[in-house]
């Protein structure tokens, strides 16, 4: 299973943009990427999902380079309610049965 | 279409109580799982099933069963419950997708449990 390292924390202000980074080395060929958000008393919420290079939604991006061993989700002018805990996470497709295991995901505070 | 339920939403217990934690889903997903979260933690996985009659060990399992009879029902079972068992428990199911962007997980609102 592939490892995730993230920032524990970070800090910004309304209107800004966010940049969360992701490493993730030895992930395999057939991993995808799959960033998650947490609200305080709720179960995690499906973000972003990404194989390599850039993919984007409405409420996110996620950059990917070649070597796909790091990942960067990226959230466009973030509001208070952007304030959450974000989890990355590589693991095998659905084809295989696998684990899915979270790490311990990078605590985002918004300020006004 | 309610997704991922989970019974109760709160317990408490004493220790050397057992008990059951209820999930169900009603998206016809064959994967679901079951994480535990201490407070200020991230997720980790107690076990998981790929498919009715099939379960496996997560991260975490000591301590808990599980069983798949059906494919809608994922229940997770405290044997002897432990202060260390304090903690919010979620289930979740996984789409099977099969494209970029669709294999992704359904979480339930959780179930607190305070063991004292």
């Known amino acids: 299973l592939a490892k995730t390292t993230q920032p524990i924390s970070m800090d910004s202000y309304e209107g800004q943009e966010v940049n969360i980074t992701c490493s993730h080395n030895?992930?395999?060929?057939?991993?995808?990427i799959t960033w998650y958000q947490q609200f305080p008393s709720q179960g995690p919420r499906f973000i972003i999902q990404?194989?390599?290079t850039k993919v984007t939604n409405e409420v996110a991006s996620l950059f990917i380079p070649a070597d796909r061993k790091s990942s960067t989700l990226s959230l466009p002018r973030v509001s208070l309610s952007d304030t959450a805990v974000y989890y990355c996470?590589?693991?095998?497709?659905?084809?295989?049965?696998?684990?899915?295991?979270f790490g311990s995901g990078t605590r985002l505070s918004i300020r006004p | 279409n309610a997704g991922v339920t989970q019974t109760p939403k709160f317990q408490v217990l004493k220790t050397g109580q057992s008990m059951t934690l209820q999930c169900a889903q009603d998206?016809?997903?064959?994967?679901m799982s079951w994480y535990r979260q201490d407070p200020g933690m991230g997720l980790r996985l107690i076990h998981y099933?790929?498919?009715?009659?099939?379960?496996d060990q997560g991260e975490v399992p000591n301590g808990y069963n599980v069983s798949r009879s059906t494919t809608e029902d994922f229940p997770l079972r405290l044997l002897s419950a432990a202060p260390s068992q304090t903690s919010v428990y979620f289930c979740?199911?996984?789409?099977?997708?099969?494209?970029?962007?669709?294999?992704?997980?359904?979480f339930g609102p959780g179930t607190r449990l305070l063991v004292l």
């Open positions: 996470l590589v693991g095998e497709r659905y084809s295989s049965a696998s684990k899915i295991i």
């Open positions: 979740a199911s996984r789409s099977p997708g099969g494209r970029l962007g669709e294999e992704t997980q359904y």
């Open positions: 030895n992930i395999a060929t057939n991993d995808y």
């Open positions: 990404g194989y390599k």
């Open positions: 998206m016809n997903h064959e994967y």
């Open positions: 099933s790929v498919g009715a009659g099939i379960t």
